[in-house]
């Protein structure tokens, strides 16, 4: 079974501070997709890095995909309220499966 | 163009009842997912439908299963209910793979077993 762990689970930050988010794996993945959750809402893709070393760039958002495709982290900078949600990583595996991490959590404090 | 519709919003069964949630994907969609998110285990995949076919299939017992029309939508269906299957299911879909094309979920059908 392939796993993969974010931390931090939850993260409570002021708005105007920067944070990274962590999404490790003991596997490779062929790809790795970065969602945000609001609630009562479905997950909404934001990025999805394939290459080994990857680096995207979504306004203040910064996705870096490992050299060895097994993790992946995502950096905010100047975090706005609107930011707040579960962040979740998914890894894409050989057989097109989507694997997601137990997400995290960020509330930005106004 | 519309979203992805789920149906019902919200459901309440008693244990050992059957339930039946349906999800209609984007216009043009072929591939449907099914995933089951509670607060203890996060996002698990359940099965992926494609063309009416059952491509993938998660590690969930026999009493989860689903299908898939011909017009794309799909349905999934729990039987026995026990009062672990409460939670979050959110069907995806995407023009393809899944894991190939971007995936588009609903606002899922929050389950609870009493």
């Known amino acids: 079974t392939q796993l993969l762990e974010q931390s931090p689970q939850f993260l409570s930050i002021q708005e105007g501070e920067n944070l990274t988010v962590y999404c490790n794996s003991s596997?490779?993945?062929?790809?790795l997709q970065w969602y945000r959750q609001e609630p009562g809402e479905g997950p909404v893709l934001l990025v999805t890095v394939v290459t080994g070393g990857e680096v995207k760039k979504l306004k203040r958002l910064t996705f870096q995909f490992g050299d060895a495709r097994k993790d992946s982290s995502l950096h905010i900078t100047a975090a706005q309220p609107g930011d707040t949600g579960l962040y979740l990583c998914?890894?894409?595996?050989?057989?097109?499966?989507?694997?997601f991490g137990g997400g995290t959590r960020l509330m930005v404090k106004p | 163009k519309a979203g992805v519709t789920q149906t019902p919003r919200y459901l309440i069964k008693t244990r050992g009842q059957q339930v039946t949630l349906s999800c209609s994907p984007i216009?043009?969609?072929?591939?449907v997912s099914w995933y089951q998110q509670t607060p203890g285990q996060g996002l698990q995949f359940l099965f992926e439908y494609f063309s009416e076919t059952q491509r993938n299939k998660g590690n969930f017992p026999g009493r989860f299963s689903g299908r898939q029309f011909s017009n794309s939508r799909s349905e999934m269906n729990v039987s026995t209910l026990e009062l672990g299957d409460s939670a979050l299911y959110l069907c995806?879909?995407?023009?393809?793979?899944?894991?190939?094309?971007?995936?588009?979920f609903g606002q899922g059908t929050r389950l609870t077993v009493v």
């Open positions: 998914a890894g894409v595996n050989a057989g097109n499966m989507l694997t």
């Open positions: 216009s043009g969609h072929r591939s």
């Open positions: 596997s490779v993945f062929s790809s």
């Open positions: 995806a879909s995407s023009r393809y793979q899944v894991a190939d094309t971007e995936a588009f």
